[in-house]
């Protein structure tokens, strides 16, 4: 009977140790899972605003370039940013309603790319409207993120 009892807590023991380490794994698993989500959403909005503060430089720096320059320029500085590569980051790494939002996000930042690279004054009615529709699209993906980090908390 004492042996019967040793083994029993024995067993309760290492069960219980078994189960509490494979508690503690899935916990470090999420917590390294949501930490790697939110380097990659921050680096891609971090990576958007940035494209967009460098076009609009190259945009209004030279009032006197030609409209080919102009386009050139704004273009360039979008393919040099770092966009697609965090967008791609992103696309393959989280989740398939977050991805869809930063898609949003950054189709909406082409589309202030071809309105800057028209020519277009940022006092003018077509960039304040592309403007608003890009902030909307980050705030909505902001948003989103949020969520998404804290409902797994």
């Given at each position: 009977m004492?042996?019967?009892?040793?083994?029993l807590g024995?067993?309760?023991?290492?069960?219980?140790?078994?189960?509490?380490?494979?508690?503690?794994?899935?916990?470090d698993?999420?917590d390294r899972?949501?930490?790697?989500?939110?380097e990659?959403?921050?680096?891609?909005?971090?990576?958007?605003?940035?494209?967009?503060?460098?076009?609009?430089?190259v945009?209004?720096?030279d009032?006197?370039r030609?409209?080919?320059a102009?386009d050139?320029?704004?273009?360039?500085a979008?393919r040099?940013?770092g966009?697609?590569e965090?967008?791609e980051?992103?696309?393959?790494c989280?989740?398939?309603?977050?991805?869809?939002?930063?898609?949003?996000?950054?189709?909406?930042l082409r589309?202030?790319?071809d309105?800057?690279?028209?020519?277009?004054?940022?006092?003018?009615?077509?960039?304040?409207?592309a403007?608003?529709?890009?902030?909307?699209?980050?705030?909505t993906?902001?948003?989103?993120?949020?969520?998404?980090?804290?409902?797994?908390?």
């Amino acid at each position: 009977m004492t042996l019967a009892g040793t083994g029993l807590g024995a067993a309760v023991g290492v069960g219980s140790t078994l189960l509490a380490d494979r508690s503690r794994w899935r916990r470090d698993t999420a917590d390294r899972a949501r930490q790697e989500r939110k380097e990659i959403y921050v680096s891609c909005l971090t990576t958007l605003r940035q494209a967009h503060e460098s076009m609009r430089a190259v945009a209004t720096g030279d009032q006197q370039r030609e409209a080919a320059a102009v386009d050139a320029a704004v273009r360039e500085a979008f393919r040099t940013s770092g966009c697609n590569e965090a967008r791609e980051t992103a696309l393959i790494c989280v989740p398939p309603g977050m991805a869809d939002r930063l898609e949003e996000a950054y189709l909406s930042l082409r589309s202030l790319r071809d309105v800057l690279a028209a020519g277009y004054a940022l006092s003018s009615a077509e960039y304040k409207e592309a403007r608003r529709a890009h902030t909307r699209s980050v705030d909505t993906a902001r948003e989103a993120m949020r969520h998404d980090l804290e409902r797994q908390v």
